[in-house]
């Protein structure tokens, strides 16, 4: 069997079982108990998957102890200094950087499926005004299936290409005009003469009225954000993504998933949460009363944009846009009181036995709601952002499954409820 390195040996009820010992790239090792039920009669319980490995993966590696996040093999750190999002993404998607044919290719794919239905842009006038971007979205994205042809697992390759870019480019122009729908202004349709986010900015904050400056430092900053959000292995959303993709649902009903688990507070609706907090703890002044009621267990307070399932240890990410956000606010002359009062609960949290014990330190979110308040970008923007970096990071999940042999996800349980002779 590929992968296998050795055996252990489980004791059960007096009999000895062989369990294979899988090794990574990187050498993580695992148990494989895909085969423990059929020789024993015995399940592994992991709730909310604390311990398990849900499949093999060739794209993105996260190293939760000493914070290195790479994509297809290279460092964040070095994506962010050399690419733009729209070649990471086909990184993540296809597996390499693109030379400049595919490049080019890649680009018109994009260019050319910038554009929504219009039918479908009338959708955008029936949700009701204050409706969160989010549940937009991922209504939207569900519905492309009704308008594109439909994609699935059975689809040739060529027109899961065009799928997928058209998705890339298509939800970007979503969510501006869902942004335009919001705040009663016409919307802007995408340029051709435009690199990806410098578009998606134009699509934003142009107007007839109030042409849109589109800044050098500010296309590239949302280039880095975006890279930085782009992928990051099994976490909830992506989960949800391989989980419904298993079933053989068509790609936009899987992604519409992807986004509605990347809502919660707990994941990408962090970024949101961590700036109403930032203010909430502004207006009181009193950093350490909000250190004390993050501890406390009776409280539902927790320290948003802290703590990390897999980070033991600062977040890559959370690196890279601390050091951006002093940059791009300097040089934009902001001066955002919300930053001096993050940097100063980071340092209390740092400084505290509790967060130090338990090994939480400021994640993705923590910093990434201040830069695009200095952007310009509405809050309830915050977790759209989120998706949009996110899409090619899916969108890889799902063909990588495709391309396995991959079986219907379905845990087992441990039924712990009523018998007959009990009642
Ligand atoms: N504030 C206070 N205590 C915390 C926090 C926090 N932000 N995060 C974890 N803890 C405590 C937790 O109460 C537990 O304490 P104890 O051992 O005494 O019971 C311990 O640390 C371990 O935490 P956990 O909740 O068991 O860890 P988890 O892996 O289940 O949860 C998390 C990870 C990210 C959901 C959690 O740290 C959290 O809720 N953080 C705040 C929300 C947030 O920033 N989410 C964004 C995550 S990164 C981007 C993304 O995934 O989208």
């Known amino acids: 069997m590929e992968n296998v390195c050795g055996y252990a ?23 494989d108990i895909s085969g423990l039920r059929k020789n024993t009669g015995y399940v592994t319980l992991d709730p909310s998957f604390m311990n398990t490995a849900a499949c093999y993966s060739q794209i993105t ?93 059975q689809s040739l390759s060529e027109d899961i290409d065009l799928s997928t870019a058209r998705l890339i480019s298509i939800v970007r122009t979503m969510a501006a005009f869902a942004y335009k729908k919001s705040i009663g202004e016409p919307v802007v349709y995408p340029r051709h003469d435009l ?18 400056e589109i800044k050098p430092e500010t296309v590239r900053l949302l280039n880095i954000l975006f890279i930085l959000h782009a992928d990051h292995e099994q976490n909830c959303s992506t989960t949800a993504v391989r989980t419904i993709g298993s079933a053989q649902v068509n790609l936009y009903a899987t992604i519409s998933a992807g986004i509605s688990a990347l809502s919660g507070p707990l994941h990408g609706g962090a970024n949101q949460e961590v700036v109403a907090m930032l203010r909430m703890i502004a207006e009181d002044g009193n950093i350490e009363k909000f250190i004390r009621r993050a501890k406390d267990k009776n409280d539902p307070f927790r320290l948003m944009g802290f703590g990390h399932r897999v980070y033991k240890t600062y977040d890559p ?21 919300l930053l001096q009062v993050a940097l100063a609960v980071e340092q209390a949290a740092l400084n505290d036995e509790y967060f130090v014990e338990r090994h939480l ?35 890889a999940h799902w063909k990588e499954m495709l391309g396995g042999n991959t079986k219907i996800v379905r845990p087992r349980q441990i039924y712990v409820g009523k018998t007959p002779n009990k009642a």
């Open 361 to 395: 330190y400021p994640n993705v979110d923590f910093y990434t709601g201040i830069l695009y308040r200095a952007m310009g970008i509405p809050e309830n923007m915050f977790t759209v952002m989120f998706a949009l970096a996110r899409l090619p990071g899916w969108i």
């Open 61 to 153: 590696y996260v190293d939760g102890e000493h914070g290195i996040l790479r994509y297809r093999g290279i460092p964040i750190e070095e994506l962010v200094k050399t690419e733009s999002f729209v070649e990471v993404a086909y990184l993540l998607v296809h597996g390499q950087l693109p030379d400049l044919e595919q490049r080019k290719l890649f680009s018109s794919l994009l260019n050319v499926n910038s554009l929504l239905h219009e039918d479908m842009r009338h959708f955008f006038d029936h949700f009701p005004r204050g409706a969160h971007p989010m549940h937009i979205l991922s209504t939207m994205i569900n519905a492309l299936a009704a308008f594109y042809p439909n994609v699935d697992t």
């Open 9 to 31: 040996t489980l004791k059960i009820e007096d009999k000895d079982v062989q369990l294979p010992i899988v090794v990574g790239t990187e050498g993580e090792k695992a148990l």
């Open 317 to 337: 990410r959370a690196v890279i846009i601390k050091k951006e956000c002093h940059a791009f606010l300097k040089k934009a002359h902001i001066n955002d009181p």
């Open 195 to 212: 690199t990806y986010c410098a578009n998606f900015l134009n699509m934003m904050f142009d107007s007839s009225v109030a042409p849109y």
